[in-house]
T-cell receptor, first 113, second 113 residues
Framework: GDSVTQTEGQVALSEEDFLTIHCNYS??????LFWYVQYPGEGPQLLFR?????EKGSSRGFEATYDKGTTSFHLRKASVQESDSAVYYC????????????FGKGTHLHVLP | GGIITQTPKFLIGQEGQKLTLKCQQN?????MYWYRQDSGKGLRLIYY???????QKGDLSEGYDASREKKSSFSLTVTSAQKNEMAVFLC????????????FGEGTRLSVL
């Protein structure tokens, strides 16, 4: 079945550091990819999505580029802030079943002041 | 704007008890979801419903029942609570077409004594 792999379970950075969270996927069809962010006590909220190869999604300084060749959708931010501390989830929905949305295990980002 | 309301916010149960979680949305979305969130395991899909009276099993449906009584509501039943179980159950909804991103409620936090 389809799956999403996030390599890092926890990431600790200092303010103004560069962030990369790795996301690789496996899908039988041509998936749409998502990044979500979750703050304590809240539900996950969508950062952005991308639907086709080479498409870049971006929001709030975060960005990721859909790479069908490497089956990746890595999240990046040039300069993190303490307020970016949260859990980040990569997710996909496959075009063979657009209703079923599968999430990765999440990456907990801690940004130290 | 719309909202997804999950009740109750906190649920304490006894081992072997049947427990029901409720979810209401006023986005007029067709598709609704139930996910289970455990630390280190991410979000795992339990059930989803493409439209009223439809039910689709996710990857974690064993031990759960679901009911889509009407378009705006989706309930989840834990058929027999497991001792020391602790998890957050997240409800979500989406338009369901064109790989739309689900929008999430704030969750129900379950503890089983």
């Amino acid at each position: 079945g389809d799956s999403v792999t996030q390599t890092e379970g926890q990431v600790a950075l200092s303010e103004e550091d560069f962030l990369t969270i790795h996301c690789n996927y496996s899908a039988s069809g041509y998936p749409t990819l998502f990044w979500y962010v979750q703050y304590p006590g809240e539900g996950p909220q969508l950062l952005f999505r991308a639907s086709r190869d080479k498409e870049k999604g971006s929001s709030r300084g975060f960005e990721a580029t859909y790479d069908k060749g490497t089956t990746s959708f890595h999240l990046r931010k040039a300069s993190v802030q303490e307020s970016d501390s949260a859990v980040y989830y990569c997710a996909l929905s496959d075009d063979t079943n657009a209703y079923k949305v599968i999430f990765g295990k999440g990456t907990h980002l801690h940004v130290l002041p | 704007g719309g909202i997804i309301t999950q009740t109750p916010k906190f649920l304490i149960g006894q081992e072997g008890q049947k427990l029901t979680l409720k979810c209401q949305q006023n986005f007029n979305h067709d598709t609704m979801y139930w996910y289970r969130q455990d630390s280190g395991k991410g979000l795992r899909l339990i059930y989803y419903s493409i439209t009223e009276n439809d039910l689709q099993k996710g990857d974690l449906s064993e031990g759960y029942d679901a009911s889509r009584e009407k378009k705006s509501s989706f309930s989840l039943t834990v058929t027999s609570a497991q001792k020391n179980e602790m998890a957050v159950f997240l409800c979500a909804s989406s338009m369901g077409q064109n790989n739309q991103a689900p929008l999430f409620g704030e969750g129900t936090r379950l503890s089983v004594l």
